[in-house]
């Protein structure tokens, strides 16, 4: 990082990329920026002008007002421009993306890529790939700017959405009360939202869809994780009936394009239940707003055009606020602008070896008798110890025999399941004669396997060295584990060879690291 400009280089893969600061930061700098427009003013503070900077626009999914915006953004900057389509490139006919990078890379002093995909977390893994090779030959690492990808996130489509809002209020940041309404399982624009709305100190987030396009769980746990007071309604008749409306509502289409061949057959009726009706009109509260990232269906808007030229209309402005806020996101990424930027960065990854304690024992600490199970004793060896404490027997068995998979412990050995202390408690214990000690890496997927066990080194009937080993921040680097989102870049054969990486996100729950989805602990492994 930069540190004259901490946000030169940034790549914004995900809305989180920026912190709250930062966010607020490029709204406050869009707004100066449209002002001076309006008023013709000067705007060279704002301007790149630099036309050895590439700025390369990959489109492989459709796209009209992302495209367009950052084309004419990038214009307004006097860069060098490229505009790929999915229909005219390589990319369709399975080129890989990371060589038609790096060749585009290599036409520019520096590059911006702004990517569309169907696959989820592509920019991440590009970020990643990429600046590898920047550093290997010696140039800037390009930034990656996610268009969008799959049902994943659009964040500069959420920068944009709240700069309007706060447009809206007259930049009054202190309360949002918001519904959101349409297709929230599959917009993306909506999944950004769990994040961006964080702008608002305070914020309420009516949920207006039907079951089968309700938001995902876990984007509804980020919301309530952030503090934000969520509720849901099935439809906008039922919305209606409550007592406390929303002035702002967000509407998005129905991305049939997405959706499995069952819930499109109900399409009609799914559209039915967010789509505005006349009747509605005189329950709405007063100077109500409605937004839209659009585009709208030609037929069957969801919005419907009989209120294109009412003051509802919030969802032209909003998109030419596409333009501005893009002129000032390439601004900040390039290092034009964000050397006056004051206030926090993104919270750094977690450490990752805070899960390995060593135990001091003392040489004469003898081996316990509870470790004498099985048909031979642990004079010297290993004992594996707690594993899965506490967890039904079955539970126990499972992750006694997946440890012994794992590591790869195909040597002489007992193992068991045992009462505790507690004789209602039950664990598991591996112990293994012929191991005299662990590596680091068998030491980590030991933790990421069996979280809360303790590794005991025995020589001369004394234990030796003694770990307790808990839930890792971090578990990647095993071919035992896989993302189960076969949207994501990791998923064999999507994309070029990207490693599943999970972060610990509370409790047992992993997120991938690409792609954002949440599983089990136990679903990320392939055993
Ligand atoms: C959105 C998108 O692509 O996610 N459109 C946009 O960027 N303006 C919403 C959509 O496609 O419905």
Same mark, same amino acid.
């Given at each position: 990082?930069? !540190?004259?400009?901490?946000?030169?280089?940034?790549?914004? $893969?995900?809305?989180?990329?920026?912190?709250?600061?930062?966010?607020?930061?490029?709204?406050?700098?869009?707004?100066?920026?449209?002002?001076?427009?309006? $008023?013709?003013?000067?705007?060279?503070?704002?301007?790149?002008?630099? &036309?050895?900077?590439?700025?390369?626009?990959?489109?492989?999914?459709?796209?009209?007002?992302?495209?367009?915006?950052?084309?004419?953004?990038?214009?307004?900057?006097?860069?060098?421009?490229?505009?790929?389509?999915?229909?005219?490139?390589?990319?369709?006919?399975?080129?890989?993306?990371?060589?038609?990078?790096?060749?585009?890379?290599?036409?520019?002093?520096?590059?911006?890529?702004?990517?569309?995909?169907?696959?989820?977390?592509?920019?991440?893994?590009?970020?990643?790939?990429?600046?590898?090779?920047?550093?290997?030959? %010696?140039?800037?690492?390009?930034?990656?700017?996610?268009?969008?990808?799959?049902?994943?996130?659009?964040?500069?489509?959420?920068?944009?959405?709240?700069?309007?809002?706060?447009?809206?209020?007259?930049?009054?940041?202190?309360?949002?009360?918001? $519904?959101?309404?349409?297709?929230?399982?599959?917009?993306?624009?909506?999944?950004?939202?769990?994040?961006?709305? !964080?702008?608002?100190?305070?914020?309420?987030?009516?949920?207006?869809?039907?079951?089968?396009?309700?938001?995902?769980?876990?984007?509804?746990?980020?919301?309530?994780?952030?503090?934000?007071?969520?509720?849901?309604?099935?439809?906008?008749?039922?919305?209606?009936?409550?007592?406390?409306?929303?002035?702002?509502?967000?509407?998005?289409?129905?991305?049939?394009?997405?959706?499995?061949?069952?819930?499109?057959?109900?399409?009609?009726?799914?559209?039915?239940?967010?789509?505005?009706?006349?009747?509605?009109?005189?329950?709405? &509260?007063?100077?109500?707003?409605?937004?839209?990232?659009?585009?709208?269906?030609?037929?069957? &808007?969801?919005?419907?055009?009989?209120?294109?030229?009412?003051?509802?209309?919030?969802?032209?402005?909003?998109?030419?606020?596409?333009?501005?806020?893009?002129?000032?996101?390439?601004?900040?990424?390039?290092?034009?602008?964000?050397?006056?930027?004051?206030?926090?960065?993104? $919270?750094?990854?977690?450490?990752e070896e805070?899960f390995i304690?060593?135990?001091?024992?003392?040489?004469?600490? @003898?081996?316990?008798?509870?470790?004498?199970?099985?048909?031979?004793?642990?004079?010297?060896?290993t004992?594996i110890?707690?594993?899965? !404490?506490?967890?039904?027997?079955?539970?126990?068995?499972?992750?006694?025999?997946?440890v012994?998979r794992i590591l790869n412990l195909?040597?002489? %050995?007992?193992?068991?399941?045992?009462?505790?202390?507690?004789?209602?408690?039950? @664990?598991?214990?591996?112990?293994?004669?012929?191991i005299?000690e662990f590596g680091h890496t068998e030491l980590k997927k030991l933790a990421a396997v069996s979280?809360?066990?303790?590794l005991?080194?025995?020589?001369?009937?004394?234990?030796?060295? @003694?770990y307790?080993l808990?839930?890792p &921040?971090k578990i990647y680097k095993f071919s035992e584990i896989?993302? @189960?989102?076969?949207?994501?870049?990791?998923?064999?054969?999507?994309?070029?060879?990207?490693q599943?990486h999970?972060?610990?996100? %509370?409790?047992?729950?992993?997120?991938?690291?690409?792609?954002?989805?949440?599983?089990?602990?136990?679903?990320?492994?392939?055993?």
């Open positions: 990082m930069n !540190k004259e400009n901490p946000l030169h280089g940034r790549t914004l $893969a995900v809305v989180g990329d920026l912190s709250v600061d930062e966010q607020r930061y490029l709204y406050l700098k869009t707004r100066g920026l449209k002002e001076a427009w309006k $008023a013709r003013g000067d705007l060279d503070q704002y301007r790149i002008n630099d &036309p050895e900077l590439g700025v390369y626009l990959m489109f492989l999914e459709d796209s009209t007002r992302t495209k367009e915006s950052f084309r004419n953004a990038a214009s307004f900057h006097n860069v060098k421009l490229n505009v790929f389509d999915a229909a005219s490139s390589s990319f369709r006919k399975s080129e890989s993306l990371v060589d038609g990078v790096k060749m585009l890379f290599g036409y520019s002093r520096r590059s911006i890529f702004v990517m569309r995909t169907r696959m989820e977390g592509v920019c991440r893994a590009l970020e990643e790939q990429l600046g590898d090779y920047a550093d290997r030959i %010696g140039r800037e690492r390009p930034v990656f700017i996610n268009g969008g990808d799959g049902r994943h996130e659009h964040p500069t489509q959420e920068y944009l959405d709240e700069f309007t809002f706060l447009e809206q209020r007259d930049w009054d940041d202190s309360h949002l009360h918001v $519904a959101l309404i349409g297709d929230l399982q599959n917009g993306r624009t909506v999944h950004s939202k769990a994040d961006g709305m !964080k702008a608002f100190r305070s914020v309420k987030v009516d949920l207006v869809a039907p079951q089968e396009l309700a938001l995902p769980p876990s984007y509804k746990a980020r919301m309530e994780d952030n503090g934000f007071e969520v509720k849901e309604w099935e439809s906008i008749e039922e919305y209606l009936k409550g007592g406390d409306v929303s002035d702002t509502w967000y509407f998005t289409r129905l991305q049939l394009e997405r959706m499995g061949d069952e819930v499109r057959e109900r399409e009609s009726e799914l559209r039915r239940a967010v789509t505005f009706r006349r009747e509605f009109l005189d329950r709405l &509260p007063e100077h109500s707003r409605f937004f839209h990232p659009l585009p709208r269906h030609r037929e069957k &808007p969801v919005i419907p055009s009989f209120l294109d030229d009412t003051p509802l209309n919030g969802w032209e402005e909003q998109s030419i606020n596409g333009y501005f806020t893009r002129i000032i996101e390439l601004a900040m990424v390039a290092g034009q602008l964000g050397s006056d930027f004051e206030g926090d960065s993104p $919270a750094s990854e977690p450490e805070s304690t060593e135990v001091p024992v003392t040489r004469t600490t @003898k081996v316990e008798d509870r470790f004498k199970v099985g048909i031979k004793p642990v004079d010297e060896g004992v110890d707690h594993i899965a !404490k506490g967890q039904p027997e079955s539970e126990i068995w499972n992750r006694v025999d997946k012994r195909n040597v002489r %050995g007992s193992h068991g399941v045992f009462h505790t202390n507690d004789p209602r408690e039950f @664990k598991g214990i591996i112990s293994l004669p012929d005299r979280p809360g066990c303790t005991n080194i025995i020589q001369d009937r004394s234990v030796r060295r @003694k307790r808990s839930m &921040p896989s993302c @189960k989102n076969t949207e994501c870049v990791t998923f064999p054969g999507a994309y070029q060879h990207v599943p999970f972060f610990r996100t %509370g409790g047992e729950t992993f997120t991938c690291r690409y792609c954002g989805k949440m599983h089990a602990y136990g679903d990320i492994w392939d055993l």
